[in-house]
T-cell receptor, first 114, second 117 residues
């Protein structure tokens, strides 16, 4: 089955700095890579996703890059703000006719200091 | 509300007792997932329901865990003879399934926090 590794487990930055979270996956059949943000006491919420036919996707201050050859993908947050503080999860899923069950990484706790 | 609803939000039980956790998915969503979130362990897949297909139970950690989904909507996760290591947050999510409108997004509830004493 799929295995997703996520690093770092904790990331502390100053407001305004950039933050990068990295994930690797094992199953070359995976073709969908979402990122979820979980605020304290809430369920995870999708913030951005990327499919295997593109290498990069941006949405305002967040971007995701994908390297299918190396089987890794990254989340980039620029100009971090205190409200970005949360736990971020990456995931990988194979979905073309197969299971639609995403495998999640262990999460990164991002702390943005004002 | 239009979101995924889970109950109870918090449950404290004694070791050996049975517990039931309920999930009410978004109306019209055909796929329903249960995940377990333990401290520092990320999101551990438990079980997946898709429409009328047989559920994928490959993530259930032991035969003390079971789940059902009645009428393609509400789901109940049951843990029998609870153990202290069952303490975790149990998250339910739904999605529009594998139809042409499927985007891949899972919509999570706020979870049920289970504490086994």
């Amino acid at each position: 089955g799929e295995n997703v590794e996520q690093h770092p487990s904790t990331l502390s930055v100053q407001e305004g700095d950039s933050a990068v979270i990295k994930c690797t996956y094992s199953d070359s059949a995976s073709n969908y890579f979402p990122w979820y943000k979980q605020e304290l006491g809430k369920g995870p919420q999708l913030i951005i996703d990327i499919r295997s036919n593109v290498g990069e996707k941006k949405d305002q201050r967040i971007a995701v890059t994908l390297n299918k050859t190396a089987k890794h993908f990254s989340l980039h947050i620029t100009e971090t703000q205190p409200e970005d503080s949360a736990v971020y999860f990456c995931a990988a899923r194979e979905g073309s006719g197969g299971s639609y069950i995403p495998t999640f990484g262990r999460g990164t706790s991002l702390i943005v200091h004002p | 509300g239009a979101g995924v609803s889970q109950s109870p939000s918090n449950k404290v039980t004694e070791k050996g007792k049975d517990v039931e956790l309920r999930c009410d998915p978004i109306s019209g969503h055909t796929a329903l997932y249960w995940y377990r979130q333990s401290l520092g362990q990320g999101l551990e897949f438990l079980i997946y329901f898709q429409g009328n297909s047989a559920p994928d139970k490959s993530g259930l950690p032991s035969d003390r865990f079971s789940a059902e989904r009645t009428g393609g909507s509400v789901s109940t996760l049951t843990i029998q003879r609870t153990q202290q290591e069952d303490s975790a947050v149990y998250l339910c999510a739904s999605s529009s399934g594998s139809s042409g409108r499927y985007t891949g997004e899972l919509f999570f509830g706020e979870g049920s926090r289970l504490t086994v004493l």
